[in-house]
T-cell receptor, first 111, second 116 residues
């Protein structure tokens, strides 16, 4: 059974810092990994999808990497802004076709 | 192409009543997932459906909960005789055939169920 762990559980940083959020998973036989953002009381917004055959994906200030063999992914946020404050979730999809989520990293970026 | 639509957005039920949560997938998507999220927790998988079929319901409680995805119309998650512990946010996601590495899951805004 796939298990997904996200570290740290919470993070509070001043504006402008570069951040690294971590996601690890136990079964490396995956199709892809998605990073999502969730604002309080809202739904999930997809940020990046990394396919199993890819090493990284970039979108604006976000860069996500995938090391399938070691069961790890990182989400790098450059030059953080208060508007980046949210919970970040990673989800791994394997042979069951069911995305499995970590518990998320709650990020606060203060001015 | 509208996104995944869930309704209602908020639902209040008294203990013992039934709750019906609806999910209309994105156009062209025939695979639907339901998740439950408790406060300060991640998303817990409940059930995975394809049109007219339940593929995996391993995360759904055996009693009081049921789900369907008919040939026509939205997917429905039904909770009978609700209890306070059912209070949570319920999210639906849809995708085209998920067996490709470039297939992305898209989520709705959720239904927040409160049992009083």
């Amino acid at each position: 059974k796939q298990e997904v762990t996200q570290i740290p559980a919470a993070l509070s940083v001043p504006e402008g810092e570069n951040l690294v959020l971590n996601c690890s998973f136990t079964d490396s036989a995956i199709y892809n990994l998605q990073w999502f953002r969730q604002d309080p009381g809202k739904g999930l917004t997809s940020l990046l999808l990394i396919q199993s055959s890819q090493r990284e994906q970039t979108s604006g200030r976000l860069n996500a990497s995938l090391d399938k063999s070691s069961g790890r992914s990182t989400l790098y946020i450059a030059a953080s802004q208060p508007g980046d404050s949210a919970t970040y979730l990673c989800a791994v999809k394997g042979g069951s076709y069911i995305p499995t989520f970590g518990r998320g990293t709650s990020l606060i970026v203060h001015p | 192409n509208a996104g995944v639509m869930q309704n209602p957005r908020h639902l209040v039920r008294r203990r013992g009543q039934e709750a019906r949560l609806r999910c209309s997938p994105m156009k062209g998507h025939s695979h639907v997932y339901w998740y439950r999220q408790l406060p300060e927790e991640g998303l817990k998988f409940m059930v995975y459906l394809q049109k007219e079929n339940i593929i995996d319901e391993s995360g759904m409680p055996k009693e009081r909960f049921s789900a369907e995805f008919p040939k026509e119309g939205p997917s429905i998650l039904r909770i009978q005789q609700v209890v306070r512990g059912d209070s949570a946010a319920y999210f639906c996601a849809s995708s085209p055939f998920p067996g490709h590495e470039n297939t992305e899951a898209f989520f709705g805004q959720g239904t927040r169920l409160t049992v009083v």
